[in-house]
């Protein structure tokens, strides 16, 4: 099992930016693909971004394409966000995960992450 602590999270206005971490630990760090999801109230938990286990391969949810970007650091155990050009929808709780991988392949399903970390929370005003 992996513990994965995020952090970066708070207020910012419309078209701000906000630098999300993600410190993981507990088994070998390439060995897991790595996410970001997030959560609005009311609604389901949702796919934002993934990074492979080496770090080359990436995918964003179309909501986030051009404004934020997912990088790893295997070296620091750390899996980052950066958001940028915030709007009031992407106020959320936002979730690291980890899934575990034989490949070097990106994962964008809920269903195929088994650790989470406790989320924290993104709210843009307009």
């Known amino acids: 099992q992996v513990q994965l602590l995020e952090s970066g999270g708070g207020l910012v206005q419309a078209g701000g930016s906000l630098r999300l971490s993600c410190a993981a630990s507990?088994?070998?760090?390439?060995?897991?693909?790595m996410g970001w999801f997030r959560q609005a109230p009311g609604k389901a938990r949702e796919f934002v971004a993934a990074i492979s286990r080496l770090g080359d391969r990436t995918d964003y949810a179309e909501s986030v394409k051009g404004r934020f970007t997912i990088a790893r650091d295997n070296f620091k155990n750390m899996v980052i966000l950066q958001m940028n050009s915030l709007k009031p929808e992407d106020t959320a709780v936002y979730y690291c995960?980890?899934?575990?991988?034989?490949?070097?392949?990106?994962?964008?399903?809920?269903?195929?992450?088994?650790?989470w970390g406790q989320g924290t929370q993104v709210t843009v005003s307009s």
């Open positions: 995960a980890a899934a575990r991988r034989i490949w070097n392949d990106v994962v964008v399903t809920t269903f195929e992450y088994s650790d």
């Open positions: 507990g088994r070998t760090f390439t060995n897991d693909c």
